[in-house]
C-alpha cells in the first residue's frame, strides 16, 4: 500500500488518472480523527475539486496502542452508500458525502468535500457557539436513520458484521475500562454482549459533534467506518455522552451552561417524536433504558478509556464524570427527557 500525504497526492492523483495535472493542485491534511489519514484537495474547479481523499492506517493515533483492520474502509464505503440509500427522497437538512472512486489496492477512496466555510459542530460548541436548531437537525436524522431501516433484515447481510465496531468502539471503550474499573465491569460487559447480538436498525457509532460539518443552512455528516446494523441505542448514548461532556465544558470555562442544556432538549424532542411514532411502547421503553446505559458506558469512556478527550482535564470533573456514570446504571434517572432538568446538580459539584 502506499501511503498517502500532502507530499505525493497530487502526483498520485495524477498516476492513477483521476486528475489530468497536478500543477496548481492543493493539499491540506484534515485534522480531529485518529483512526486515517483525511487529505483536501482543492485547486482548478475544471479538475472536479475539491475533493477529499480517505486512507486507512491500521494503528490508530492514540497514547495507548490501539489497532484495527484495513479493511474497516471498505465498511466505511458500503455504510454510507447505505445510508445514501435509505435518506434518498428524505427532505433533510443533514447531507451526506458522495462517494467519487475507489482505490482497493492502496486502501483509499474519494468523496465529495463539504461546502465552503464549514466548521466542525464539536469546534463551534468549545468556543461558545450553541445553536439548538442544530441538535434539531441531529434529532430528525439521526432518527430518519433509525426508523427507516428498524428491523429490515435486507440490510442486515451487507452490514451485520460486528468486527470494526468491536475494534474501534466496544473494545476502546468498554471493555478497555471494564479491565481497569471493578465497579463499573458488570455494567460494561453487558454493554458489550448487547452491542454484539442486538440487530434492530442502522447505526452510526461515530455520531458526534466532531464528524457533523456545519456550515450556513445545513450540515454534513461525515466518517462511517464503524457504522453497522445493530442497536440505534449506542448511537443515543455516544452523542449524548458528548453533548454532556460539552456542558461539563461550559461550565467549568463559565460559559452559558443552560444554553448547552437546551441542546439535549432540542435533540431530545425532535428524536422521541419520531421514534415513538414509529415503534410500539415495550420496544421505545427498552431503546430508552438501553440509551441510558450507553449514555454511562460512553460518558465513563471518554475520560478512562483509550480516546478520551482532549478538553476537560480538570481532574475534579472527570471524577464526577464517573460519579455520574454509575448513577446512571444505578437508575437514578427513568426518563432521558429529563436528563437536562438532572444534570445541573452534577455539574456544579465538581466546582465545590
Given at each position: 500500500?502506499?501511503?498517502?500525504d500532502?507530499?505525493?497526492l497530487?502526483d498520485?492523483?495524477?498516476?492513477q488518472?483521476?486528475?489530468?495535472?497536478?500543477?496548481?493542485?492543493?493539499?491540506r491534511?484534515?485534522a480531529?480523527?485518529?483512526?486515517?489519514v483525511?487529505?483536501y484537495?482543492?485547486?482548478?474547479?475544471?479538475?472536479g475539486?475539491?475533493i477529499?481523499?480517505k486512507?486507512?492506517r491500521r494503528?490508530?493515533?492514540t497514547?495507548?496502542?490501539w489497532?484495527s483492520?484495513p479493511?474497516r474502509?471498505?465498511?466505511e464505503v458500503?455504510?454510507l452508500?447505505a445510508c445514501q440509500?435509505?435518506?434518498?427522497?428524505?427532505?433533510?437538512?443533514?447531507?451526506?458525502?458522495?462517494?467519487l472512486?475507489?482505490?482497493?489496492?492502496n486502501?483509499a477512496?474519494?468523496?465529495?468535500?463539504a461546502p465552503?466555510?464549514?466548521?466542525t459542530w464539536?469546534?463551534?460548541?468549545?468556543?461558545?457557539?450553541?445553536d439548538?436548531?442544530?441538535a434539531?437537525?441531529?434529532?430528525q436524522?439521526?432518527a430518519?436513520?433509525?426508523?427507516r431501516?428498524w428491523?429490515r433484515?435486507?440490510?442486515?447481510?451487507?452490514?451485520?458484521?460486528?468486527q470494526?465496531?468491536?475494534?474501534?468502539?466496544?473494545?476502546?471503550?468498554?471493555r478497555?475500562?471494564?479491565e481497569?474499573?471493578?465497579q463499573a465491569r458488570?455494567?460494561?460487559e453487558?454493554?458489550?454482549?448487547?452491542?454484539?447480538?442486538?440487530?434492530h436498525?442502522?447505526?452510526?457509532?461515530?455520531?458526534?459533534p466532531?464528524?457533523l460539518?456545519?456550515y450556513?443552512?445545513?450540515?454534513m455528516?461525515v466518517?462511517f467506518?464503524?457504522?453497522?446494523?445493530?442497536d440505534?441505542a449506542?448511537?443515543l448514548g455516544?452523542?449524548?455522552?458528548?453533548?454532556v461532556?460539552?456542558?461539563?465544558?461550559?461550565?467549568?470555562?463559565g460559559l452559558?451552561?443552560?444554553?448547552?442544556?437546551?441542546l439535549l432538549?432540542?435533540f431530545?424532542?425532535?428524536?422521541?417524536?419520531?421514534m415513538?411514532?414509529?415503534?410500539?411502547q415495550?420496544?421505545?421503553?427498552?431503546?430508552?433504558?438501553?440509551?441510558?446505559a450507553?449514555l454511562?458506558?460512553?460518558?465513563?469512556?471518554?475520560?478512562a478509556?483509550?480516546?478520551?478527550?482532549d478538553y476537560?482535564?480538570?481532574p475534579p470533573?472527570?471524577?464526577?464524570?464517573?460519579?455520574?456514570a454509575l448513577?446512571?446504571?444505578?437508575?437514578?434517572?427513568?426518563d432521558?427527557?429529563r436528563l437536562?432538568?438532572w444534570?445541573p446538580?452534577?455539574l456544579?459539584?465538581f466546582?465545590q
Amino acid at each position: 500500500m502506499e501511503l498517502l500525504d500532502e507530499s505525493n497526492l497530487a502526483d498520485y492523483l495524477v498516476r492513477q488518472g483521476r486528475l489530468a495535472q497536478a500543477h496548481g493542485v492543493r493539499v491540506r491534511q484534515l485534522a480531529g480523527g485518529v483512526s486515517n489519514v483525511v487529505l483536501y484537495v482543492d485547486g482548478p474547479g475544471e479538475l472536479g475539486l475539491p475533493i477529499v481523499v480517505k486512507q486507512v492506517r491500521r494503528q490508530l493515533r492514540t497514547p495507548q496502542p490501539w489497532f484495527s483492520t484495513p479493511e474497516r474502509i471498505w465498511r466505511e464505503v458500503a455504510f454510507l452508500k447505505a445510508c445514501q440509500q435509505v435518506l434518498a427522497g428524505v427532505q433533510l437538512p443533514i447531507q451526506l458525502p458522495e462517494v467519487l472512486w475507489e482505490d482497493r489496492a492502496n486502501y483509499a477512496f474519494a468523496m465529495t468535500a463539504a461546502p465552503p466555510g464549514h466548521r466542525t459542530w464539536k469546534s463551534l460548541l468549545l468556543q461558545g457557539e450553541v445553536d439548538p436548531q442544530v441538535a434539531r437537525w441531529c434529532g430528525q436524522v439521526l432518527a430518519q436513520l433509525h426508523t427507516r431501516t428498524w428491523n429490515r433484515p435486507d440490510l442486515a447481510p451487507e452490514l451485520d458484521d460486528r468486527q470494526v465496531f468491536d475494534q474501534l468502539r466496544l473494545d476502546p471503550y468498554y471493555r478497555f475500562v471494564a479491565e481497569r474499573d471493578p465497579q463499573a465491569r458488570p455494567h460494561l460487559e453487558r454493554l458489550i454482549q448487547e452491542g454484539l447480538t442486538r440487530r434492530h436498525s442502522l447505526v452510526h457509532a461515530d455520531f458526534s459533534p466532531k464528524n457533523l460539518l456545519v456550515y450556513p443552512g445545513g450540515l454534513m455528516m461525515v466518517d462511517f467506518e464503524t457504522g453497522h446494523f445493530g442497536d440505534p441505542a449506542f448511537d443515543l448514548g455516544f452523542f449524548h455522552a458528548h453533548l454532556v461532556l460539552k456542558c461539563f465544558h461550559a461550565q467549568h470555562q463559565g460559559l452559558d451552561r443552560a444554553a448547552y442544556l437546551k441542546l439535549l432538549e432540542a435533540f431530545w424532542e425532535t428524536y422521541a417524536a419520531a421514534m415513538q411514532a414509529h415503534l410500539d411502547q415495550e420496544a421505545w421503553l427498552g431503546m430508552k433504558q438501553r440509551f441510558l446505559a450507553h449514555l454511562a458506558g460512553c460518558l465513563l469512556a471518554r475520560v478512562a478509556g483509550k480516546s478520551q478527550i482532549d478538553y476537560l482535564h480538570h481532574p475534579p470533573a472527570r471524577a464526577t464524570v464517573r460519579q455520574l456514570a454509575l448513577a446512571l446504571w444505578e437508575g437514578k434517572l427513568h426518563d432521558p427527557a429529563r436528563l437536562a432538568q438532572w444534570l445541573p446538580p452534577w455539574l456544579e459539584s465538581f466546582r465545590q
